[in-house]
């Protein structure tokens, strides 16, 4: 059994492509397992492969010592000088053992010990060869579907693509051929497991790697990817040469590049945008096909408010949210999506507390949020037969609230409407205006005041109509930074602003009382009896 082995172990090397290395130690330790076995285990034995005979031999070492105790493991100074006339106390000598002795049950053992190393031999080269191979597509052939799981013989050894890992509706069966990527390699008692996915975005990069040439040389790179297995997904690509543009090099000649990637992936649609160092230049090409109006930005959660036209906001969203939420994945970002008329909505007082509008009261107010209405739009969402019904409020008293309400949201949208269109052109101006609440709206209204004075009268603490009237010219140059001609001729424009306005409103309120008058006269008129007709004389 332990002889004339090398031929053997060539043959099961070549075969199992194992190192002869390993075969040889694999058979030393079984021929010692098998000789402490039959000798004893005190006994100081060592298994050696004879490269010349191509057998293992065994040699016993025993300790040199003047008086022997145990003869198995010391022998004497005297007995060892027969055999080395050099040999000195302390010394140990190794003497060649007989093989013959270990007997059929023996060898039979070595054999089960020389199975068994090979077969971790094998178990170790398959899982550091596959464990090198993460991220790598392979292709393997079905042998069966257990419990949703398929499992893949890729000729060395069997792999697994569990149902999560799969591309949903797709169906296979013994025998087909499936292609995936190696996501993981685990070493188990039964060997490696290797796990393959279809779902997963490596999958898809690794597609692309493999189609596009200028991925391969390092031209092009997929900076991210955002898969819905099956269904859609997204790339986000950059190119290190000017000359080459990487999403038309990702398409190729007639989508020739990117079709080839959609057929393995059964059909999954791809949108290619281009990658961008700016987040927020990223997000707008990652919404593609959608176009976004304006973006607010929260830099400290990662988070942006992507403003669209009502037309672009299915588009943005996407069937069932795809879209976005592939975007979000991409760039890494969360994403929320708002048409504009939301935030004209918004703006136009929809979600101010009834409280802070004129006219409401504060008792009205307080009553109303208790019955669950606390801010504008909730009020003017309300239907005629849930408002008539509101305890504590008559008909009348309701609907002139609710009147005060729909005049301060028209107003209101007016004023933002003519300065949105004025500012169109600066988005910062855009959300600094959405920003605004009354108090600014009325000091903004001053001829000469806009959106940059505001900013700073806002930083110097400047808030409100009155706080700007009962600045001094001094205090208000040092807070602005300006000349007191220049903060004089401010001050002077509110004050003539206001007195205007005063002026309107006192002949309002005479035209008014005017009309009231011309009113009652014309009705009493039309009271008087009518008087009979005189007759002409002749």
Known sequence: MFENLRNVIEQVGKDEGIDKKILIEALEDAMLTVARKHYGFARDIEAKFNEKTGAIELHEFKTVIGDVFDDEIEISLEEARKLDPEAQEGDSMGFKMETGSLGRIAAQAAKQVIIQKVREAKKDIVFKEYINRKNEVVTGIVRKVERGDIIVDLGRTEAIVPRREQIPNEIYKPGDRIQGVITEVHDIARGPQVVISRADENYLIQLFKME?????????????????????????????????????????????????????????????????????????????????????????????????????????????????????????????????????????????????????????????????????????????????????????????????????????????STLKNFFRHEVDSMEFIDSLDDKHLEIVKIPGIGLKLLRHLKLSGIETLDELLKSSIDDLATKLALTEDEASLILNTAKSFVEKRARMSIDEKLKNLKALEQGILDMSLDEQPEQEPVAESR
Request: hydrophobic residues 40%; negative net charge; charged residues 30%.
């Open 212 to 416: 596009v040439p200028e991925i391969y040389e390092g031209i092009v790179t997929i900076k991210a990817a955002s898969r819905e297995p099956g269904i859609r997904a997204k790339i986000a690509v950059s190119s290190k040469d000017s000359d080459v543009d990487p999403v038309g090099a990702c398409v190729g000649m007639k989508g020739s590049r990117v079709q080839s990637v959609v057929s393995n992936l059964r059909g999954e649609k791809i949108d290619i945008v281009p990658f961008e160092e700016d987040p927020i230049q990223f997000v707008c090409n990652a919404i593609a096909p959608a176009e976004v109006s304006r973006i607010r930005m929260n830099e400290a959660v990662k988070q942006m408010e992507l403003i669209v036209q009502d037309d672009q906001l299915s588009l943005a969203i996407g069937k069932k949210g795809q879209n976005v939420r592939l975007a979000a994945r991409l760039t890494g970002w969360k994403l929320d999506i708002i048409s504009e008329n939301e935030i004209l909505r918004r703006a136009e007082g929809g979600q101010i507390p009834l409280r802070h509008i004129p006219g409401i009261g504060d008792a009205n107010a307080e009553v109303l949020k208790g019955l669950g209405f606390e801010t504008a739009q909730q009020l003017l969402d309300a239907d005629e037969e849930k408002l008539s019904s509101l305890p504590g409020f008559s008909t009348d008293q309701i609907h002139e609230i609710k009147d005060t309400v729909l005049l301060y949201t028209e107003e209101r949208a007016k004023t933002l």
